[in-house]
């Protein structure tokens, strides 16, 4: 069992080593090389386990699941690798200088992660999620619900994604090495099934569609692969006059054309739909955004895997396949049972939740075209994002938008402020997505802008906590900047500076254009209202909850929201809405109880 543990250490530090053989990274060998090797020699050291030992059980016990693996284990079974690593954990070789022993990184490498080895701060004191810490203070992982024993599966994309894929626009994808000064190309995204294979065709940015969907209603039966994980389910995918926010039917009553559980005719011979449902107000919602409204996560397990099962390579491939984000337990469209979200003391909440429970008709009414590293220019047509949600005119009912790009129009890992979207071009791409909106969604339909964040806040926040590799965040954030490969230069700086303008001549003034939009311009098919995101409003509930801001902060990347953020955010939204804005939310429907009573829980959102 031990050794397993350290197997899968190996396992993500084999994945990632040889990703630039299998077409997965372009990243800097020497970075991948650290971050991992500051893994294993810490595992290693914690567990006094032979290197070699669990390499063998590595490539006998878990590749044969996983055959594309097989690559990756013949590198990291070599005998070099092997014997060198374990060399570095005997005689205390840091994971930077053990790298330019592997030949991964240059003898005259100007990047240091690990400034003091081993770390002096241990494990416990470090910035972790709320079960890691658990489980590093001595409870049982096996105890641990097997959804969250799963976690570790899930890095093997995500680090994939936070490490130069899904972080970062497509057009910043690369890596640069400082010894050479020298660009690699771009890697492709692939999505085929969760396997990676050299040679695949790259997706193209606005196929974030479901894989699975026969009758092309762009709904799916089936959760990952941007299926009902995202969409709501559809009940009949073999009908695409079938599936969630439908309005119009030919069918009668006992047909639910609509997906949201309600069908048949009372003693009157009235439909169910007609009494519970027609005049009510009925909507469905639309989450448009970036990693933030995907709910992109790295567990901070995959830093810590002796903490893992065993049994954690089961449902392997259903994991990979949603691009190691969490739409089901999202502050957009999240719906699931907390038992299968990242832990967090206040479960699940959304939009799509507090929707659905104002208006019980509204069930499974819900698309989530949020997509990692996406940004105004991403989003806008043509081929752009929002392209890639139902067109609901003259067939569905309206719709409340959510349009969130919260970051990336300032974040990239170039050390400048060059590449941060300009002002007329945020207008543009903002009008041009709303031009393709007001096209495709039904009258009455509504559009709230969520501005970008003022990503000040996670320095201010995280300047005195550990990584949970075991460094300050701070010499974390330089590191990833002397490689250019930040997921943020702007925010993830150490120089104030450069955070002050980034926010003060960048993200604010791309703020100031949504009011401006909304000032100047009309739509025939929605309303629109701007809601900027008050993390520090965030932050002080949650202190007043009783929390420490750092665990409204995922630990790994330092940077996207965690669970508890998560539900503290559709909190917020939430109310501002309510206060402000509450025609986007429409009446409470009083037939609420008595759906309840005729159909229980409306068939569910589908086997989570
Ligand atoms: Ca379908
Ligand atoms: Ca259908």
């Not at 508890?564 to 559709?570: C, E, I, K, Q």
């Amino acid at each position: 069992m031990a050794s397993k543990r350290v197997a899968s250490v190996l396992l993500i530090a084999a994945v990632l080593m040889s990703g630039s053989a299998v077409g997965v990274m372009a990243f800097p060998k020497c970075l991948i090389c650290t971050l991992l090797t500051g893994i294993i020699e810490q595992v290693a050291l914690d567990t006094q386990l032979p290197v070699s030992t669990a390499i063998d059980n590595l490539c006998t016990d878990v590749t044969k699941d996983l055959p594309f693996l097989d690559g990756v284990c013949e590198i990291a079974g070599g005998v070099v690798f092997a014997s060198t690593v374990q060399s570095c954990v005997n005689n205390g070789v840091s994971p930077d200088n053990c790298c330019k022993q592997l030949k991964w990184c240059d003898d005259n490498s100007p990047c240091t992660l690990f400034k003091e080895w081993p770390p002096k701060v241990p494990l416990t004191q470090r910035h972790l999620g709320p079960q890691l810490l658990e489980l590093a203070q001595g409870a049982d992982f096996n105890a641990m619900p097997k959804a969250q024993s799963l976690e570790l599966v899930r890095a093997f994309s995500g680090v994939a994604a936070y490490l130069g894929l899904g972080a970062m626009d497509k057009n910043e994808r690369r890596g640069v090495s400082p010894a050479h000064g020298k660009h690699h190309a771009p890697a492709p995204v692939h999505r085929h099934s969760g396997k990676v294979n050299a040679g695949d065709t790259p997706i193209p940015v606005a196929d974030h569609l479901p894989l699975f969907d026969d009758d092309g209603d762009r709904f799916s039966p089936y959760g990952a692969l941007r299926g009902y994980h995202w969409r709501g389910m559809d009940c009949n995918d073999k009908d695409k006059s079938v599936y969630p926010g439908r309005q119009a039917t030919t069918y009668g009553p006992e047909v639910d054309h609509n997906c949201n559980g309600i069908y048949g005719s009372n003693a009157q011979g009235e439909s169910y739909e007609d009494v519970l449902c027609k005049g009510t107000g009925q909507r469905g919602i639309i989450s448009l955004g970036d990693s933030v409204t995907a709910h992109f996560r790295i567990p901070d397990y995959m830093l810590r895997p002796a903490y893992i099962n065993a049994s954690t390579y089961e449902n392997l491939i259903p994991l990979v396949e949603d691009e190691a984000d969490w739409p089901l337990c999202s502050w957009g469209t999240g719906f699931a049972n907390a038992s299968s979200c990242p832990y967090s003391k206040l479960g699940v909440d959304s939009l799509a939740l507090k929707l659905r429970a104002n208006n019980l008709c509204n069930h499974r009414d819900f698309q989530n075209a949020g997509v990692n590293g996406a940004r105004v220019g991403s989003m806008a047509p043509p081929g752009g994002i929002v392209t890639t949600i139902h067109n609901r005119t003259g067939t569905d009912q309206p719709a409340v938008v959510i349009y969130a790009l919260v970051g990336n129009d300032v974040c990239n890992g170039h050390p400048d402020f060059s590449r941060m979207t300009t002002p007329a071009d945020f207008e543009a791409s903002v009008v041009a997505a709303l031009e393709y909106l007001d096209a495709a969604l039904a009258p009455n339909s509504y559009v709230i802008f969520v501005g970008l964040a003022d990503g000040r806040i996670l320095f201010d926040t995280l300047q005195n906590e550990t990584h949970p590799i075991g460094v300050p965040y701070p010499d974390f954030y330089d590191y990833l900047n002397c490689y250019e490969t930040s997921p943020c230069w702007g925010w993830m700086n150490t120089n104030t500076t450069v955070r002050d303008i980034t926010w003060n001549e960048h993200a604010n003034v791309l703020n100031n254009i949504y009011p401006k939009i909304i000032s100047e311009r009309s739509y025939d098919n929605f309303e629109m209202f701007y809601v900027p995101p008050d993390f520090q409003r965030i932050i002080d509930a949650w202190l007043a909850m009783g929390g420490h801001a750092r665990e409204l902060i995922e630990p790994v990347d330092g940077f996207h929201p965690s669970q508890t953020g998560n539900v503290l955010l559709a909190q917020q939204i939430w109310a501002d809405l309510k206060a402000n804005f509450s025609q986007a939310i429409g009446p409470e429907n009083p037939n609420n109880a008595q759906i309840t009573a005729l159909f229980g829980d409306q068939g569910g959102y589908g086997p989570v």
